[in-house]
């Protein structure tokens, strides 16, 4: 007589997302809230699907409240949870990927939710945000996104952004974004060959950046452009505009002396000695100048 026979059958999944994204923000049932947001908006949510899905609920949920008269209780806390420091709408996106696996986003709370995902270390909807990311990344958002991806170590991210800001970096350097990005973030964009741009634009927009540094940071000009003005190729400019750049350079000291005068040795040796290679290789949206083709032989 055969031995009894076993096996797992699947049913239709997506009735079941379906059944419970209507538990999502539902106080029916419901026996945990969270006060999100400056605005205080009460979120329902369900301990049991809280605490399998996420580590970080987990722990949240199986805290004993501070001063409790019963520390030994197994009564978990019902809350509410404060959570002051994060848009309503955002939680929510969270708390919906949850329930159901999936999200809903838009332009305006991906990076957000990026950033939830990796402090809650929700892998799956960090993935399902970066690829949303990169498929509506615009001119406007894509030194935020950046400035993201390297907070949060998305190599993939870093390379998307960058190849974007490559594609259309006039653009790019006018926004608010580029403006706001951190030091380490615009010197790594400034070491980049491809950027679409003339080093003299380049030039006035670091120094535009620099400027806004200083005043949000309360730090000298010279101090917060310290790292990002070492990857400006100052020896590609032609001895006129380096003559504007040095009476620009008397109001502010963006650039350091030292930095203008091998620019200097440059033209006067006819050759980038005493400058780093780098420095001395015309970008994708260099404009060409005569004296380009001194610089390094293998140039064109």
């Known amino acids: 007589m055969a ?8 049913g239709d999944a997506s009735a079941f997302t379906s059944a419970l994204r209507t538990l999502v923000n539902n106080p029916q049932f419901s026996d945990v809230t969270f006060v999100v947001g400056p605005e205080q908006q009460k979120v329902f949510a369900h301990r049991c699907v809280l605490a399998c899905r996420c580590q970080a609920f987990r ?9 409790s008269q019963d520390s030994s209780s197994s009564v978990p806390p019902q809350g509410p949870f404060i959570l002051g420091n994060v848009q309503p709408e955002v939680f929510l996106a969270v708390i919906e990927f949850l329930y159901t696996n999936s999200v809903t986003l838009n332009s305006h709370i991906a990076l957000e939710v990026l950033t939830s995902s990796v402090e809650y270390g929700l892998q799956d909807l960090c993935k399902l945000c970066v690829k949303f990311i990169k498929d509506t990344l615009s001119v406007e958002q894509v030194c935020e996104a950046l400035q993201a991806a390297v907070a949060y170590g998305q190599t993939d991210l870093q390379q998307h952004c960058l190849a974007f800001i490559e594609g259309c970096t006039a653009a790019v350097v006018r926004t608010q974004g580029f403006r706001e990005l951190s030091d380490v973030v615009l010197a790594r964009v400034l070491r980049s060959d491809r950027l679409a741009v003339d080093e003299l634009d380049l030039v006035q927009a670091v120094r535009e950046w620099a400027h806004v540094s200083s005043a949000v940071l309360e730090r000298p000009v010279p101090e917060v452009a310290a790292l990002p003005v070492r990857e400006l190729r100052l020896p ?6 380096l003559v504007t750049l040095e009476s620009h350079n008397q109001r502010d000291l963006l650039i350091p002396v030292e930095s203008i005068a091998a620019a200097w040795r440059a033209h006067a040796l006819r050759k980038g000695s005493g400058v780093p290679s780098r420095l001395c290789r015309p970008r994708r949206g260099t404009r060409p100048r005569d004296h380009h083709r001194h610089l390094e032989p293998h140039t064109k």
């Open 3 to 10: 031995g009894p026979c076993s096996a797992r059958l699947q």
């Open 59 to 67: 722990g949240m949920l199986a805290q004993v409240p501070v001063g």
């Open 236 to 241: 590609l400019l032609a001895p006129s505009e």
